[in-house]
């Protein structure tokens, strides 16, 4: 349960404000993902990091900007978010993108 | 690109009975499927997964069959008990094209003791 820690477990932030999420992975992984998930929709894969490249951005706005600075860690800057970006955002780890992904526990955001 | 369909999207079964959740998908190609379980207000975890070598891998109460043919797959579980309510998301994985997940749209579980 805790291979990966997500922080903060929710957040309340306004369409004006820059906030970063932050997903940290302890099993020696070298693939991390953000997923955003909504009521009622699947999964959304958002981006994709191989051993600390991005190798997928599933056409995601620019107002959500991210970073990793090394293979355990990843960031997601938000900024000038819209109210419908309002979700469960997950992070998850693999060991590389061919093998099974494990969950952080997710931050959800609202967007006043 | 993959397009993964889930049916059904809420399933009510009683204690004891069985529960099939189908998926279908669209990219022949794919050949990894796993599947996840996500409680109410918790993270997905996965419970099984098949590969397209296989037709069918069972664990416990709960298998998954693949028909590559016909590009679906299915979760099995039998003997259901109220800790199995929860929403199940199956998803598929093309090798050409990173080994990416692409999910289905989930099935809510409710178990009835």
């Known amino acids: 349960e805790t291979g990966v820690t997500q922080t903060p477990r929710h957040l309340v932030m306004g369409m004006t404000n820059k906030k970063s999420l932050k997903c940290e992975q302890h099993l020696g992984h070298n693939a991390m993902y953000w997923y955003k998930q909504s009521a009622k929709k699947p999964l959304e894969l958002m981006f994709v990091?191989?051993?600390?490249?991005?190798?997928e951005n599933n056409s995601v706005p620019s107002r959500f900007s991210p970073e990793c600075p090394n293979s355990s860690h990843l960031f997601l800057h938000l900024h000038t978010l819209q109210p419908e970006d309002s979700a469960l955002y997950l992070c998850a780890s693999s060991q590389d993108q061919r093998y099974e992904q494990y969950f952080g526990p997710g931050t959800r955001l609202t967007v006043t | 690109g993959e397009n993964v369909e889930q049916h059904p999207s809420t399933l009510s079964v009683q204690e004891g009975d069985s529960a099939v959740i189908k998926c279908t998908y669209s990219d022949s190609a794919s050949n990894y499927f796993p599947w996840y379980k996500q409680e109410l207000g918790k993270r997905p975890q996965l419970i099984i997964d098949i590969r397209s070598n296989v037709g069918e891998k069972k664990d416990q109460r709960i298998a998954v069959t693949l028909n590559k043919t016909a590009k679906h797959f299915s979760l099995h579980i039998t003997e259901t008990q109220p800790e199995d309510s929860a929403v199940y998301f199956c998803a598929a994985s093309n090798p050409n094209q990173g080994g990416k997940l692409i999910f289905g749209q989930g099935t809510e579980l409710s178990v009835k003791p």
């Open positions: 990091y191989n051993f600390k490249e991005q190798t």
